[in-house]
Nanobody, 118 residues
């Protein structure tokens, strides 16, 4: 059973960096897909970045070149390095774990707030 713990959110100024981390301590095997989504006030939840077990990545156009997703398969940990943050990046960021397939809904973390403001 998936058990997700997220960390790393906070308040930063535009241009600064943050690193989010997510650990799935429940799965006993290397899960299929790990990723990050975000939801800003009044908007729908959207994909930020995902990474598969074999390292294939997918990014939203708005974060390409600024964000980097990485994972450690042996401990089912995924990181999101966010550089050159912009006020438009302000949102609650959610970790998503898909154990077996990219086509499943997956399990969600509780969310961590990222606020970018001057």
């Amino acid at each position: 059973q998936v058990q997700i713990v997220e960390s790393g959110g906070g308040l930063v100024h535009p241009g600064e960096s943050l690193r989010l981390s997510c650990v799935d301590s429940g799965s006993t095997f290397s899960v299929a897909v790990m990723g990050w989504y975000r939801q800003a006030p009044g908007k729908q939840r959207e994909l930020v970045a995902t990474i598969t077990r074999d390292g294939r990545t997918n990014y939203a156009d708005s974060v390409k070149g600024r964000f980097t997703i990485s994972r450690a398969n042996n401990v089912n940990t995924v990181h999101l390095q966010m550089n050159r943050l912009e006020p438009e990046d302000t949102a609650v960021y959610y970790c998503n774990i898909k154990q077996f397939s990219q086509y499943e809904e997956g399990s969600w973390g509780q969310g961590t707030q990222v606020t970018v403001s001057s």
